[in-house]
């Protein structure tokens, strides 16, 4: 009988296809028998060699912790946990003896204590086998190579069913490997929300128990309209769902006719209209989607899949590439913002709150060898084109200060070095925290132009985690707080005759255009497979409806109410499948 699980759109679209059980499998290892005294030998050394392997992962992480206390506490349980003698003669034992491959001892001896751990009393015991897990994890990766390996040796497309997706797995897929993601965990404004989107591939995030219920190879159907997968379909689910594919695809295809008309309200009013990147090569595409340069290139993902060495050429010539094909149009480099839900080696996942932790703009001020070396790149490639340099979650003007005083140096230190440079692009930032909305007057004067990230000022605002399950109901921009603090900085940026822009997912959605015109943005920055749907969004808005929904809706009292009074206005306007039915189920929540 087919399961149907419920989360939240992350990615638009319709998909069938096989799961692909990522980051699952390794407790379902196939089990290998050896028959000769040499593989035992073998696998006793494979095992010898992974244990070995990660803890030399564990110190180099636990070598860059040393402000990190706890952080550094924690990695070096878990580098004890590896010499246990418990764990280490179960395993060879059961090579040895049950003539077991190693990856199999391992995923069966891990099995056995984590089950003892969860019939422990002391809840604070109990819980300390998320270390045992963790290492296991390790272990069992340096065992079996990396997943991502046995994706790219696929021969058909799958769909990845995941408990989660750290951004740098899914940075690394081919999206002709992919048909759809559906995670446990995750929000609609997680990066890998994020990436999935940038792939133009449906995806569900937040459905709590998915990678617990799929079998791999079985089929699977994502709806990224409504926030729906189906396991195993019947007959007639999957006649309703081809169905619903063909149609949603149809009415995008129309929609993206219409990709050269120009973004302009239906009253006249034109709109700058730009691409959210994740991706050099994407920029070849901007133009066929019908985008007006870059509003947002988030930049990490550059050095998500490539290795840490030639970063500084790595970055060049990924900002060169994009500022040579879009120019003249702008381009918005947002410099690193890692941390929160984007790990590299040297940052701590055992911050308690990473959200909260060491994230963007503090690590590369911590940490300035790697902020040189992307802004090296950056003034290298200004020459190219139209480049300005964005900062993520400012908090205080003095770390403006601070990147304009290193920008100042590093173009000095290029100019002696006799290395090429453009001038120094101009100098915005993002307005991502309350404390950015409440002093944006301090802000102001340092910045040459901002753009709002409502993602994260949702999250900060409403004290939310975006990527958690649990809360993501709560997760909500239409949130009066939101909405106000979004015309406070509208206004006071107008005041000051400053640009600005809005770059979070917000920017994209059908009920939030009308509002987000109508307190005076300059540009609306979206996911590029989104920009078709975004032009015929604001081709039906009136600027003056625009400006009275607006006004209204900083005295209504819930998101269900804000929600409610736009959605009164676009229902007629839009095409049904586009203005997606999750709205509807909102706006009958909180009101
Ligand atoms: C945001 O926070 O709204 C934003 C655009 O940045 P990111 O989603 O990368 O955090
Ligand atoms: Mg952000």
Redesign the pocket.
Known sequence: MSIRLRGTPASPGVSIGPAFLLNVEEIRVQKRTLRTASEVKCELERFAEAIEKTRGQLEQISEHLSDVIEGKQLIEVHILLLSDPFIITEVRKQIKDDLVCAEYAVSKVLYDVLERFNAIEDPYLRSRSVDVRDVGRRVMANLLGTEKQALSSLKSPVILVSEDLDPSQTAGLSRKQLLGIATDLGGS?S?TA?LARSMGIPAVVALKNVAENAVPGQVVIIDGIHGEVILDPDEDELQYYSELKKRYNTAEAEIALNADSPAVTADGKAVELSA?IEFSQEADQVGRFGGHGIG?F?TEFIRLISPEAEEEEMHFRAYRHVLQTLNPDPVII?TL?LG?DKFLDFIPTVERNPFLGWRGIRICLDRPEKFISQLRALLRAARFGNARIML?MITGYDQIVQVRDMLDDISANLDREGIPRGDIPPLGI?I?TPAAVLGIDLLLPHSAFVS??????T?YTLAVDRGSPYVSNLFDSFHPAVIRQINIVVSKCREAGKWVGI???MASDPLAIPLLLGYGVNELSVPMTLIPDVKEMISVISMKDAGSLAEKALILKSSGEIRRSVLDYVESKYPEIILDEIHRDEIYRGS
């Open positions: 404004t990066h994020i959210n947002l988030r947002r913002d929160g993520p993002m991502e709002i990230g409502s993602n994260d000022l999250q770059c979070g997912q």
